[in-house]
T-cell receptor, first 112, second 111 residues
Framework: QKEVEQDPGPLSVPEGAIVSLNCTYSNSAFQYFMWYRQYSRKGPELLMYTYSSGNKEDGRFTAQVDKSSKYISLFIRDSQPSDSATYLCAMSLNNAGNMLTFGGGTRLMVKP | AAGVIQSPRHLIKEKRETATLKCYPIPRHDTVYWYQQGPGQDPQFLISFYEKMQSDKGSIPDRFSAQQFSDYHSELNMSSLELGDSALYFC??????????FGDGTRLSIL
């Protein structure tokens, strides 16, 4: 079983919908949590970065971390067709500069 | 803003050949990381360097080696290539302890 689990999707939503993307993990030592967006044939692009439990908001994106449940989420409000991509959660141990352990990625399609 | 630059973008090799992938980090970033992403898979960590010293090691085969140079660019050297080495190879860079920023990768195809 993978250390970080992520529903592969694809997740298809209409434009303007609120999207919820989730990851669960098994290693309670993870402390730093990131969300990356990856378009086809491009590298992962850092979206959100959080430390320990709590919420962080940046524009249309909100990241939530619940360490007690080993569960992290990314919410996208007012989703746009340009949000269509694969979303990868990633985590690390002692700091964000440690090796990242990725979830398998969720493919999101936002339909106009 | 300047991003991580990787070269070449595409590389085709035959079995048992060697390959060298290059990575130029974001200016002032002194830490570089290498990841391998197989078809339909998530990136797997290979190795990282901080200030030209290896800082962490993941699932990098013994046939692969890497180094970071004085200008902070890094090279991943791959020998005795196998069909299973066909993948996207990403380099990322960061400031110490900060989140990693990825390049667009080198797509390596082994024939």
């Amino acid at each position: 079983q993978k250390e970080v689990e992520q529903d592969p999707g694809p997740l298809s939503v209409p434009e303007g919908a609120i999207v919820s993307l989730n990851c669960t993990y098994s290693n309670s030592a993870f402390q730093y949590f990131m969300w990356y967006r990856q378009y086809s044939r491009k590298g992962p692009e850092l979206l959100m970065y959080t430390y320990s439990s709590g919420n962080k908001e940046d524009g249309r994106f909100t990241a939530q971390v619940d360490k007690s449940s080993k569960y992290i989420s990314l919410f996208i409000r007012d989703s746009q067709p340009s949000d269509s991509a694969t979303y990868l959660c990633a985590m690390s141990l002692n700091n964000a500069g440690n090796m990242l352990t990725f979830g398998g990625g969720t493919r999101l399609m936002v339909k106009p | 803003a300047a991003g991580v630059i990787q070269s070449p973008r595409h590389l085709i090799k035959e079995k048992r050949e060697t390959a060298t992938l290059k990575c130029y980090p974001i200016p002032r970033h002194d830490t570089v990381y290498w990841y391998q992403q197989g078809p339909g898979q998530d990136p797997q960590f290979l190795i990282s360097f901080y200030e030209k010293m290896q800082s962490d090691k993941g699932s990098i085969p013994d046939r692969f080696s890497a180094q970071q140079f004085s200008d902070y660019h890094s090279e991943l050297n791959m020998s005795s290539l196998e069909l299973g080495d066909s993948a996207l190879y990403f380099c990322a860079s960061s400031l110490p302890g900060q989140p990693q920023h990825f390049g667009d990768g080198t797509r390596l195809s082994i024939l």
